[in-house]
């Protein structure tokens, strides 16, 4: 399985639309890249978890789940870097291939060093870009009828499928 562990602010202040966006509020930033993380996930398949630096912030660690991507603000006095490292280490095992984004050079040699490779912020936006592209493209040939199904049908099995799913009598 691959896993993709995102250092949330540094997606922030990497990306142009959610830097402008924290200025004003830094929640619906976060809120923003949580809506692409669950994106990316529901088009890659790939386990998506994000951690936001709690460093400054009093209180305990805090895990959320929203779309089904796992959100991680970090215990008092841990920087988003340091928990990263850690979910790598419990993370990276023969089943998983584990990738961490991040433009944080520093981050990424330490992470290297424990057997994740390194997506960088620039790298994810354009793949997030793609992705999108991609989807558009499916939608449009699907409203537009050209839409062809992964396993090729006769066109009569086709239609008493789509009864069948809809509730009708076939």
Same mark, same amino acid.
């Given at each position: 399985?691959?896993?993709?562990v995102?250092d949330?602010y540094?997606?922030?202040?990497?990306?142009?639309e959610l830097?402008?966006?924290k200025d004003k509020?830094l929640?619906?930033?976060?809120?923003l890249l949580i809506?692409?993380?669950?994106?990316?996930?529901?088009?890659?398949?790939?386990?998506?978890?994000?951690?936001f630096?709690?460093?400054?912030?009093?209180? @305990?660690?805090?895990? &959320? +789940?929203?779309?089904?991507? %796992?959100?991680?603000?970090t215990? !008092?006095?841990?920087? #988003?870097d340091?928990?990263?490292?850690?979910?790598?280490k419990?993370?990276?095992?023969?089943?998983n291939?584990?990738?961490?984004?991040?433009?944080d050079?520093?981050?990424q040699?330490?992470i290297f060093?424990?057997?994740a490779?390194?997506?960088?912020a620039r790298e @994810?936006?354009?793949? &997030? +870009?793609?992705?999108?592209r %991609?989807i558009?493209?499916?939608i !449009?040939?699907?409203? #537009?009828?050209?839409?062809?199904?992964?396993?090729?049908?006769d066109?009569?099995?086709r239609?008493?499928?789509?009864?069948?799913?809809?509730?009708?009598k076939y």
């Amino acid at each position: 399985m691959n896993i993709l562990v995102v250092d949330g602010y540094n997606m922030i202040g990497a990306w142009s639309e959610l830097q402008q966006l924290k200025d004003k509020e830094l929640a619906k930033a976060r809120d923003l890249l949580i809506d692409w993380m669950a994106d990316y996930q529901a088009y890659s398949g790939s386990r998506v978890i994000v951690v936001f630096d709690a460093y400054e912030v009093r209180g @305990l660690q805090t895990n &959320l +789940k929203t779309y089904d991507v %796992e959100i991680i603000f970090t215990k !008092e006095r841990e920087t #988003a870097d340091e928990c990263i490292e850690r979910l790598v280490k419990s993370l990276k095992n023969v089943k998983n291939q584990v990738y961490v984004a991040t433009s944080d050079f520093a981050e990424q040699r330490t992470i290297f060093g424990q057997g994740a490779l390194r997506k960088s912020a620039r790298e @994810l936006y354009i793949e &997030l +870009k793609n992705i999108e592209r %991609e989807i558009a493209i499916e939608i !449009e040939e699907y409203s #537009a009828g050209k839409f062809q199904p992964k396993i090729p049908l006769d066109p009569k099995v086709r239609k008493a499928f789509e009864k069948m799913r809809r509730g009708m009598k076939y």
